[in-house]
């Protein structure tokens, strides 16, 4: 991947302009629909004044018996005009809400970065991961990464060098792992992924798919390399004590370099 080519798409990163954005065309609506409300309520209060008064004050001759007839039917015919109106306006307005309730999701829980799930998604998602874990005595493992020299790479080139090497490890990330598998960016250059019902085969498939990650930057070529260390959950252990492990394994990998995903990011 090229560093120029690299630009988020419409959906990745979700601003605070669009949100209020989003504020606005509510406002703007539900402003517009109670004064047409008002504005309507008035003018079937004038209409009918203005033909009731005199009909009253005449006895109802058949003059005002011909206006008031038509004009009953054009108020209802008002009426009705403005009741599609008030049903449209809420069509809006609810589809306006549903986008803002969208976007303050996506700002909750995905990373600006990557757009992939943060550490608060990924943490509440571990919780419920283990509880089901418990529940039903099935596998459940976890893989922490972390990318060799990332400050070197940021240092060197810029951090929008840095963002596009995040990008990239992030999208492969969640190429190499499964529908019902769940991958985040955990803070800074670590990434994390739970594996539900894994086996010993699947964890070395995503690791080698991770191998071979590169971007160019000012025409330099740079090797994306990461360490990692996963571990299988424990019955009865808490939800630190599984992270502590992952984490240990991790960086006695990094610091051995005895395992094949542990490597350094090097620049061409």
Known sequence: ????????????????????????????????????AFSVML????????????????????????FLNHAVRGLFGLVLVFNIYVVNEQIQIHRIRQEFADNLYKMAVLDPVTN??????I?????????????????LTVIAFDLDCFKHINDKYGHAAGDCVL?????????????????????????????????????????????????????VKINIRDSAGWTDYV????LDDLLKRADDMLYANKSNRKVLFVSSIVAE
């Open 123 to 139: 943490m509440h998602r571990l919780e419920k991961e283990i509880a089901r874990c418990r529940r039903h005595r099935r596998p």
């Open 116 to 121: 992939m799930f943060n550490r608060r998604y």
């Open 167 to 219: 990008r990239m490890f992030g999208e492969q990330l969640k190429r190499a792992t499964r529908g019902s598998d769940v991958v985040a960016r955990y803070g800074g250059d670590e990434f994390m992924a739970i594996l539900p019902e894994c086996a010993t085969e699947q964890i070395r498939y995503v690791l080698d798919r991770l191998d071979g990650l590169h971007i160019k930057a000012a025409e």
């Open 1 to 36: 991947m090229d560093i120029n080519e690299s630009v988020f798409s419409d959906d990745s990163v979700v601003s605070n302009e669009t949100i209020v954005e989003n504020m606005d065309q509510i406002d703007r609506r539900e402003w517009w629909l109670w004064s047409s």
């Open 43 to 66: 003018l079937l209060a004038l209409g009918i004044a203005s033909f009731a008064v005199p009909a009253l004050l005449s006895g109802f001759d058949s003059f005002h018996d011909f």
């Open 235 to 238: 019955p009865g252990e808490s």
